[in-house]
């Protein structure tokens, strides 16, 4: 019996090693990626802008006032050009894949900008719901669509978001207002 016991412990660890017990393939799990809407998530985005905060020196992610945010799902990238908490007339670019920020660049000339007319608070968007914003998108564009990208900025002076989405047979963008209703499909 002991014997048994030990031998199904060698063939588990070598099925583990092997990645032979539960194993995906990279290409499916991509495409059950897609089919989930593209790998918008809020946790990974909610880390991520914490991650930012802390390079632009703002204690509170909701109040990073961003010029532009763009996030990638499939890379679990953001990057987001906004001002700095401790010097807002300078303007930072800041990348973040895996929650993990990768690089800044400073905006050269930001001081000449009408940034108090160009930028928006985090927290005056409905980023909490960015999974539902996500797949109001997705419903414009059918079961088979999935999220390219999302942009967050300003519209005429309103803050918007964009949703570009993509399917095999057609791609286009669901733009957002701050309360997370449509205010045109791009097809």
């Known amino acids: 019996m002991i014997r048994s016991a030990r031998l199904l412990l060698v063939v588990v660890a070598a099925m583990l090693a092997t990645g032979c017990l539960g194993s995906v393939d990279r290409a499916e799990f991509d495409e059950e990626v897609r089919r989930r809407g593209g790998g918008v998530s809020a946790d990974w985005i909610d880390e991520s802008l914490a991650a930012a905060a802390v390079e632009l ?3 509170d992610p909701g109040d990073i006032e961003v010029l532009t945010m763009v996030i990638v799902g499939d890379a679990r990238s953001v990057t987001v050009t906004a001002r700095r908490g401790d010097r807002p007339d300078f303007v930072d670019s800041i990348a973040v894949q895996d929650t993990v920020v990768v690089s800044t660049a ?56 964009t ?13 957002l207002d701050a309360d997370g209703e449509i205010v045109e499909v791009v097809r």
């Open 57 to 59: 020196g703002v204690a």
């Open 106 to 161: 400073p905006v050269p000339d930001a001081d000449e900008l009408p940034l108090d007319e160009i930028t928006t608070r985090l927290s005056d968007l409905p980023l909490d719901r960015i999974e539902q914003l996500s797949d109001v998108a997705l419903e414009q564009f059918g079961p088979d669509a999935y999220v390219t990208r999302i942009a967050v900025g300003l519209t005429d002076g309103e803050p918007t978001i």
């Open 163 to 175: 949703v570009s989405v993509g399917s095999p047979r057609q791609t286009g963008q669901v733009v």
